[in-house]
Nanobody, 124 residues
Framework: QVQLVESGGGLVQAGGSLRLSCAAS????????MGWFRQAPGKEREFVAA????????YYRDSVKGRFTISRDNAKNTVYLEMNSLKPEDTAVYYC?????????????????WGQGTQVTVSS
């Protein structure tokens, strides 16, 4: 079916940058919206960003607007999350996910396939 594998996480100082990648397998990748979520210890999973199937529209949670950029390269079956001006509160496991057919949303149940996650740690 669909497999998603995240990479690019690591340890960075506050104010630094990272780029996360999510490599996808499956015949229908280019027909679906994609999203990024994150979960910090003791906190609920939260929406970070989403992008429509053709990359024409993007959406972000308020706390990352102007700092994070989501993009996709359908020819490479890959979605990216560029993270700049990182803050300690950005520390979390980051997950990529595929949106359900015809859906672009900010709720976890609007996505049907998930990667295993990659750790991002921002030190102060």
């Amino acid at each position: 079916q669909v497999q998603l594998v995240e990479s690019g996480g690591g340890l960075v100082q506050a104010g630094g940058s990272l780029r996360l990648s999510c490599a996808a397998s499956g015949r229908t990748f280019s027909n679906y919206a994609m999203g990024w979520f994150r979960q910090a210890p003791g906190k609920e999973r939260e929406f970070v960003a989403a992008i429509t199937w053709n990359g024409g529209s993007t959406y972000y949670r308020d706390s990352v607007k102007g700092r994070f950029t989501i993009s996709r390269d359908n020819a490479k079956n890959t979605v990216y999350l560029e993270m700049n001006s990182l803050k300690p509160e950005d520390t979390a496991v980051y997950y990529c996910a595929r949106g359900r057919a015809g859906i672009v949303g900010s709720k976890w149940f609007e996505y049907d396939y998930w990667g295993q996650g990659t750790q991002v740690t921002v030190s102060s």
